[in-house]
């Protein structure tokens, strides 16, 4: 099997869904977020984003994989990981090295962050 093309773009509104199903479980929800709530609901997750920055997401072969994003940016400074999931199918394929890495490059691009 050849290796997954992995790319990345913005979230879209119609990725949510989708993304609200990668969770397995309530503990995996609870690595994203305090007080979660399982299935993820996704008006949850959209009211995250609209205070998160960069949510970015990771493309496998041009399907949606993963989601990263930050919070708490400082221009010139740093910022800090926020949500991260992968898509359970997905996991073993690279794509949270592949957000890390993108998101890395976000920061010190987009952000100036050290």
Known sequence: ??????????????DISLICNFPANLEEVSFMFRNPA???PPER???ALR??????VALVDGSV???ENFY??????????????VDPKRRGLGVARYLIETMIGIAADE????
């Open 1 to 14: 099997m050849p290796d997954p093309i992995l790319s990345h773009r913005p979230i879209r509104d119609e």
């Open 45 to 47: 997750l959209r009211a």
């Open 72 to 85: 708490d940016c400082k221009i010139g400074e740093s910022c800090s990981i926020g949500n991260v999931i």
């Open 51 to 56: 205070e998160r920055e960069a949510s970015t």
């Open 65 to 67: 994989a993963g989601l």
């Open 111 to 114: 952000y100036r962050a050290r």
């Open 38 to 40: 399982y299935p993820l």
